[in-house]
Every structure is written in structure tokens, then in C-alpha cells.
């Protein structure tokens, strides 16, 4: 089963404008990772925010974390062609590294 | 190696058939996990090893899956007379010591089509 919901299912936006992806989750979690995919194949994690933190920042990436809402959002700001992509969330709830993810985002950024 | 290697990278069989997809995770990494992915779908998680501790299998989804890891190194998932609906891409992933919090490392994927 799928831990997480992502919100929008598809966002297409141009060059240069930010994106907004969010992510909702069904339990208590210990961490939550946000993973890229290119093209449908190998996922590459990007950022792990961790259930005692609000907000994390790495390069163009900003992550929330609310917990009491049990969702999360990634803000990718001035993005880039080569952002076009698909992107999960992603939960563990404290016991062991075994992840459970959401139904992602496809992103499309064109020129 | 150099990052998580699975082959083969895409397999096509026959209905009934048996496959076997194999993954070589990243040397030294102690925890190695199978999910899959149908197509424009999120990853559906599958079994998870973790150094000499019994397997989690909890989310095969009939008893034609198996998967085992030999040396604790190199992964064999195993699916026996193959469905169409099994069709799917089978994605590997390793970690260094599958406590709380680490990040994945995945390979490519199999892309396995079942006609």
C-alpha cells in the first residue's frame, strides 16, 4: 500500500517560475525523503526532512514538514528545464530505512 | 560497485514462464529492498533485506514472488509463471546499514514485459 498522496498528480510551468509539490501521509512517520525520477527508471533521493524539523533547505529546494497535518510540500524555486521530472515523497516510520512512498508529481518545465 | 546494477534491463517473456531479475547492490551497503512500478504509478514496496535478519516480505503480492540475497551482497528476485499483470519495471535499492532515516540508492530498474 501507498503510504503518501502527491498533489498536483501533473504540474507544467515555464522556465524560471517556481514549483509547488505536496505530499499528504496516512501515519505517524520518524522521517520523509523527497526522491526524483527521470524517464521512469532510477529514483535519486534529493532531501530528508526529519519529523522534529519544520523546514530544510538544499540549493534550490525548500521542504515543510507539518506534522499535525501529516503532509509536506517541495518548493523548487527558478526552475529549469532539466527539472522536468517525476517526484515522491517518501515515509519511514522509524524502525528501520524501508520507505513507503507516494503516488508522486510528474513536473514539466518548458522553455 | 560504483552504484546499485540490476540486469537484466529489460525482459520480455511469455505468460507461465518463469523470470528471475537480479541486483547487485552498492558494496558494503547491508540493506537491499525490491519494489515495483506499473506504469505512471507510484513504487509499490516488495521485500527488504537487512544484513543477516530475516526478510521482510510483506509486500509480495502472491507466493509466485521470492527473492533472496546470497553473501549479503547480490539480490534474485524470482516470479514464477509470470501474469500480464505482473508486467511492471522491478526498481532495486541499497542502503548503507537500513537504520531510520537513510537515503536509498537505486538501480535503473528491469523493465519486464509479460505477453
Known amino acids: 500500500s501507498q503510504q503518501g498522496e502527491e498533489d498536483p498528480q501533473a504540474l507544467s510551468i515555464q522556465e524560471g517560475e517556481n514549483a ?15 526522491y526524483r525520477q527521470n524517464s521512469g527508471r532510477g529514483l535519486v533521493h534529493l532531501i530528508l ?11 534550490r529546494l525548500r521542504v ?14 527558478a526552475s529549469r ?8 515523497c517518501a515515509t519511514d516510520t522509524g524502525t528501520a530505512s524501508k520507505l ?12 | 560497485g560504483a552504484g546499485v546494477s540490476q540486469s537484466p534491463s529489460n525482459k520480455v517473456t511469455e505468460k507461465g514462464k518463469d523470470v528471475e531479475l537480479r541486483c547487485d547492490p552498492i558494496s558494503g551497503h547491508t540493506a537491499l529492498y525490491w519494489y515495483r512500478q506499473s506504469l505512471g504509478q507510484g513504487l509499490e514496496f516488495l521485500i527488504y533485506f537487512q544484513g ?7 509486500g509480495l503480492p502472491s507466493d ?6 546470497t553473501g549479503g551482497s547480490v539480490s534474485t528476485l524470482t516470479i514464477q509463471r509470470t501474469q500480464q499483470e505482473d508486467s ?16 536509498l540508492f537505486f538501480g535503473s530498474g528491469t523493465q519486464l514485459s509479460v505477453l
Not at chain 1, 81 to 88: E, G, I, L, N, R
Request: charged share 20%; glycine share 6%.
Open chain 2, 52 to 58: 543477516n535478519s530475516a526478510p521482510d516480505k510483506s
Open chain 2, 88 to 103: 511492471a519495471v522491478y526498481l532495486c535499492a541499497s542502503s548503507l546499514g537500513g537504520a531510520s532515516g537513510e537515503k
Open chain 1, 81 to 88: 528545464a532539466a527539472d522536468t521530472a517525476s517526484y515522491f
Open chain 1, 64 to 77: 515543510t514538514l507539518d506534522t499535525s497535518k501529516k503532509s509536506s510540500s517541495l518548493l523548487i524555486t
Open chain 1, 20 to 34: 509547488t509539490m505536496n505530499c499528504s501521509y496516512k501515519t505517524s512517520i520518524n522521517n520523509l525523503q523527497w
Open chain 1, 49 to 59: 526532512i526529519r519529523s522534529n524539523e519544520r523546514e530544510k533547505h538544499s540549493g
Open chain 2, 64 to 69: 509466485r514472488f521470492s527473492a533472496e540475497r
Open chain 1, 100 to 111: 513507503t512512498f507516494g503516488t508522486g508529481t510528474r513536473l514539466q518545465v518548458t522553455l
